[in-house]
C-alpha cells in the first residue's frame, strides 16, 4: 500500500516539474519567451517545446488567427461639409510577436491603438471625398485606400491590417430629418412631373385616337354610301329589265305589294275606283257580279 502511495506522489511530482519544464503552442498560437521580463526567443512551430521553469522564463501566447476588430461608430466630416457617422470594423494580424511584445504588449492595448489608427484614416480619407463617393460610388476605393494607410501605420506595432470596411454610413441624427424631407420633396417633384408628362401624352394619345376613328367613320360611311348606291342601281337595273319584259306582270306585281303593304284587316280605305291603285281591286269587285 505504501509503495502505491509512493508511485502516487512521484508521478505528481514528476508532472509538476514536467509543467515546469515545458509548455505547448498550439497551431493556432504563437510564443514569446521571456527570460527575467525579456523576450529572447519566438517559438511559431506547434508542439511541445522545453523551456526554464517559472519565474526565470515565461511564455506569453499570441493568437496566429486573423482577428477582428469592431470599432465604435464615430463621427466625420465629408470634403463637401456634411457630417457622416460612420460603422466601420477592420481585420488585423500579428506578424512580428517581438515587436508587438515590445511595443503594445497585449491585444487589448493592441486594440485601443487600432482603434486610433483606422479611425485617423477613416477620417482623413472620407475628409477629401464627398457624400454621395461615400454611400455609393466610390467606397470600396476609399476602404483601400483606408485599409492601406492604416496597414502602413500599424506595422509600427507588428500589426498587419488585411482589410478596413464600413457596414454603416449614417447622418447624424439631427440632420436626418431635413434631409430626408429633402429627399421626399425631390421624389414628389419628380412624381409631379411623370404625372404631367404622362397626362400630356395620354391627351396625345387620345386626339389622335379620335382623329383615326373620325377617319374610319367617314371611309367607312363613303364605303357604305357606294355600295348602298350601287345596290340600288342594280336593283333599278333590275326592276327595270324585268319591266321592259312584262310591263303588265311589273305592274301587277308591284301594286300587289302596295296592297300588302298598306292594306290589313283593320285598314279602311275610301279612294276613287277610278284610281290607279285601285284598278286590281275594281276588276277584282267587277269580276264578281
Do not use: C
Not at 97 to 108: G, H, S, Y
Not at 184 to 195: D, H, I, K, S, V
Request: hydrophobic share 40%; aromatic share 8%; charged share 30%.
Amino acid at each position: 500500500m505504501k509503495s502505491i502511495v509512493t508511485l502516487v506522489i512521484s508521478i505528481v511530482v514528476l508532472l509538476i516539474l514536467l509543467s515546469l519544464f515545458l509548455y505547448t503552442v498550439d497551431e493556432t498560437e504563437q510564443v514569446v519567451i521571456t527570460q527575467f521580463g525579456k523576450p529572447i526567443k519566438i517559438v511559431t512551430n506547434p508542439g511541445i517545446k522545453i523551456k526554464l521553469p517559472f519565474p526565470i522564463q515565461v511564455v506569453n501566447s499570441l493568437e496566429r488567427r486573423i482577428l477582428e476588430h469592431d470599432a465604435m461608430p464615430a463621427e466625420v466630416l465629408t470634403g463637401d461639409k456634411k457630417n457622416l457617422v460612420v460603422d466601420n470594423y477592420a481585420k488585423w494580424q500579428i506578424v512580428e510577436p517581438l515587436k508587438f511584445m515590445q511595443t503594445v504588449a497585449n491585444e487589448n492595448e493592441a486594440q485601443a491603438r487600432l482603434d486610433d489608427i483606422v479611425y485617423s484614416k477613416v477620417r482623413e480619407s472620407i475628409g477629401k471625398v464627398k457624400l454621395t463617393d461615400v454611400i455609393s460610388t466610390h467606397r470600396d476605393s476609399i476602404m483601400a485606400e483606408v485599409t492601406r494607410a492604416s496597414d502602413e501605420k500599424a506595422r509600427e506595432y507588428g500589426i498587419q491590417v488585411h482589410d478596413v470596411r464600413i457596414k454603416r454610413a449614417d447622418l447624424p441624427e439631427e440632420n436626418e430629418r431635413y434631409v430626408f424631407a429633402r429627399m421626399q420633396a425631390e421624389r414628389q417633384r419628380q412624381a409631379n412631373l411623370y404625372r404631367s408628362e404622362g397626362r400630356q401624352q395620354a391627351e396625345v394619345i387620345k386626339a389622335q385616337t379620335d382623329k383615326e376613328k373620325e377617319i374610319i367613320l367617314a371611309e367607312a360611311y363613303a364605303e357604305a354610301q357606294k355600295i348602298r348606291g350601287n345596290g340600288d342601281a342594280e336593283a333599278t337595273r333590275i326592276y327595270a329589265e324585268a319591266y321592259g319584259r312584262d310591263p303588265e306582270f311589273y305592274s301587277f306585281v308591284r301594286t300587289l305589294d302596295s296592297y300588302r303593304n298598306a292594306l290589313d284587316e283593320h285598314t279602311t280605305l275610301v279612294l276613287p275606283m277610278e284610281t290607279n291603285f285601285m284598278q286590281y281591286l275594281n276588276k277584282g269587285v267587277a269580276g264578281t257580279r
